[in-house]
């Protein structure tokens, strides 16, 4: 029996095994039943991990640790006074996600969308903690994980689908030169875009507008946040992007028949944009390539990061392994919103491949 443990963390406006939701239609699986379960079966140890549906990539990462290691969520002294928010969240003490944590825990974090920064981020904070916390918080009431010092337990790091290096969804409605109404898209496919939008808006709250997921999508917000998280070198990469679209002749990118409705006109705008953001990330014609909701290219390797395309017989750690591009928008590897995908097969096989790497143990572990 294998070691590790498979944590599923969901993306923007998701839900977890914590949340009521979940019983009525499961986040991983969807419409073709639990996936959890049917991994299970299959004698691995998987968990679907619920944290704030609109919040940060810092937020989910510290809602995270807190479920895995049975505890109370510490979002940290230094960042809770900044972003103006409470620093303790839920308590989740005597009902981990786990069935046990300990040292010798070795994870494997899948993150599909914005689960993919939650798991990253959170990788970087086991790994070297944070300097800002560690600034201001005396070393008894400093939680473990802003101390660093756990690489070791992130055996793998799954991004599926997930906008890695920020999605032009939002950047597309700040830059001048664009004008998203111009793009002619079919009238229905506004209301159901106007639909999705009601379900993705942050709650009200007092809090920095920089404490939420819509700011770290942002391209710039999203490179900057890459240049916080490292590639850790015992740490294997899997990078799952999807897409939807076909290229017209003038170069713009449409959506394929069967990309889910809710999805239609924001891909239909992504796939026509190009420019430069604010922070000057130049938006050129490989940009428009989507799933509906998260570019291609974003959803293959973090800006900066070493990689190269996945071979099943030579996986190695410290390295993006980029999977081939499934030809499915957004929400496929979920099993699908308002249509099912059979999506069990791919994740056995996935899971199956992340398992034989077990054996290939960082150094200190010899």
């Not at 940290?76 to 981990?96: I, Q």
């Not at 591009?325 to 096989?349: K, P, S, T, W």
Request: proline content about 6%.
């Amino acid at each position: 029996m294998s070691d590790l443990q498979f944590v599923f963390v969901h993306g923007l406006s998701g839900w977890g095994s914590y949340d009521k939701a979940y019983k009525r239609m499961p986040y991983w699986g969807m419409r073709g039943g639990d996936l959890m379960t049917y991994l299970c079966d299959q004698e691995f140890a998987c968990y679907a991990a619920s944290v704030a549906p609109s919040g940060s990539a810092w937020d989910r990462a510290c809602e995270l640790y807190a479920q895995l290691a049975g505890t109370r969520t510490d979002y940290g002294k230094a960042h809770s006074l900044l972003m103006h928010h409470d620093r303790y969240g839920k308590d989740f003490t005597g009902r981990p996600l786990l069935a046990e944590w300990k040292e010798e825990t070795r994870l494997v974090l899948l993150g599909h969308s914005f689960g993919g920064a939650t798991v990253r981020l959170f990788s970087a904070l086991m790994a070297d903690g944070s300097a800002e916390e560690r600034a201001v918080t005396e070393a008894a009431d400093l939680s473990p994980r802003f101390a660093g010092g756990m690489a070791s337990r992130i055996h793998t790091i799954v991004t599926l689908a997930a906008p890695m290096n920020g999605t032009t969804a939002y950047d597309l409605f700040q830059d001048p030169s664009f004008d998203p109404d111009s793009i002619k898209v079919p009238r229905w496919s506004k209301a159901m875009a106007a639909m999705m939008a009601r379900g993705t808006k942050p709650a009200a709250d007092q809090r920095d507008p920089r404490d939420y997921a819509a700011f770290d999508m942002h391209i710039d917000n999203a490179m900057a946040m890459n240049d916080r998280i490292p590639t850790l070198p015992d740490t294997y990469y899997y990078s799952v992007p999807c897409r939807a679209t076909e290229r017209r002749a003038d170069g713009t990118c449409v959506p394929r028949r069967g990309m889910e409705p809710l999805f239609v006109m924001r891909s239909t705008q992504i796939g026509a944009y190009t420019g430069t953001t604010a922070g000057g990330h130049v938006i050129d014609d490989a940009w428009r390539d989507n799933d509906g909701l998260v570019n291609t290219i974003s959803a293959s390797v973090p800006s900066g990061a070493p990689s190269r395309p996945l071979d099943g017989s030579d996986i190695r750690p410290g390295i993006w392994n980029v999977l081939p591009v499934i030809e499915a928008d957004h929400m496929f590897l979920q099993g699908g919103l308002m249509r099912r995908h059979e999506i069990c097969l791919f994740y056995l096989e996935l899971l199956k491949l992340i398992r034989a790497t077990e054996k290939k143990l960082p150094q200190e572990f010899f």
